[in-house]
């Protein structure tokens, strides 16, 4: 029993892993305008000594950015930032999104979410503690979003990122090379379609129909290979049967799983999380119920992944 039990778990990839921040190819620099404090080996890093609230000249911009790539989110704490500052900050990243489903605050970029026993209020318990990347669903999904913590329970609620480079780097051999030219169906109809009456659903399908993505996506530009299936967007995989598809959907989705290659941040009011959504996932940890939490997320639009 126990020879079996090893077996099992020696297939999912127990013992040493692949801690690969970067390819191989990607030259180190250093940083003249930022200093960073790593979270890890792999994802996250601290950033220090700098204010998001003003002007941010093109030298940090662009810093910031590359520090983005490099570490895949970014901390910022002690941001007391408007919601108008928040906005003013992701604008010098790209062009935002204005998300279809989710309750806005003071603009229609600005997605407010609100969670506690309190607002009595349908959604007021949190319910993203899945590991996902945001808006798949799109044709041309998020580049990166930018949360800010308005209001953080005493205990739980913190946010958790998945390296998904590092969770396809670590896949058996034989599983990368099966997968690496396969597609994938993407809809927002488990997540968002749930309570929406028939006519509303067809409506907003007409609107956003699901959509194929690659199953292995290569970062436009570090160009390393990350993992693209999500376990609130991804319904199949293109060419396989239900059975077989749902099996490899499952086995995918548990590759952000491994906190070898996650980062975990305890919220405080006034931090902002930047992340890439290109080659991440996160989870919120639904454990602060019936406290209160309260968060803004601004969202980047990226390109058709490939």
């Not at 930022?34 to 002007?55: F, H, M, N, Q, R």
Request: include cysteine; glycine fraction near 8%.
């Amino acid at each position: 029993m126990r020879g079996t039990g090893l077996t099992r778990a020696m297939s999912w990839g127990v013992g040493p892993r692949v801690m690969r921040r970067m390819p191989p190819e990607w030259g180190e620099r250093p940083f003249t305008q930022l200093k960073l404090e790593p979270c890890t080996e792999v994802i996250g890093a601290e950033v220090l000594g700098i204010d998001l609230s003003g002007p941010l000249d093109d030298t940090t911009r662009d810093e910031i950015r590359r520090a983005l790539l490099e570490w895949k989110v970014l901390f910022f704490r002690d941001q007391h930032l408007t919601s108008a500052q928040q906005v003013a900050f992701a604008r010098r990243f790209g062009d935002l999104e204005h998300h279809p489903f989710l309750r806005t605050g003071d603009s229609a970029e600005v997605v407010r979410f609100e969670k506690g026993e309190d607002l009595d209020k349908p959604g007021s318990v949190g319910t993203e503690n899945g590991w996902h990347s945001d808006v798949t669903w799109r044709t041309e999904p998020a580049m990166g979003s930018i949360l800010r913590a308005v209001e953080v329970p005493e205990r739980g609620g913190d946010t958790l990122w998945a390296d998904m480079g590092c969770a396809y780097d670590n896949l058996p051999e034989d599983l990368r090379a099966r997968i690496d030219d396969m597609r994938a169906v993407h809809s927002f109809v488990h997540v968002f379609g749930y309570a929406m009456s028939p006519e509303r659903k067809a409506e907003m399908l007409r609107q956003y129909p699901p959509v194929e993505h690659p199953v292995v996506r290569t970062h436009p530009e570090t160009g390393r290979k990350t993992l693209f299936v999500n376990a609130f967007f991804t319904e199949r995989i293109v060419g396989l049967d239900d059975d077989e598809s749902e099996v490899l959907v499952d086995r995918l989705c548990q590759q952000a799983m491994h906190p070898e290659w996650q980062v975990r941040l305890r919220w405080e009011p006034g931090t902002v999380a930047f992340w890439d959504n290109r080659s991440t996932q996160h989870y919120a940890s639904s454990d602060y119920y019936p406290r209160r939490r309260v968060m803004e997320r601004v969202a980047i639009k990226g390109d058709r992944p490939f």
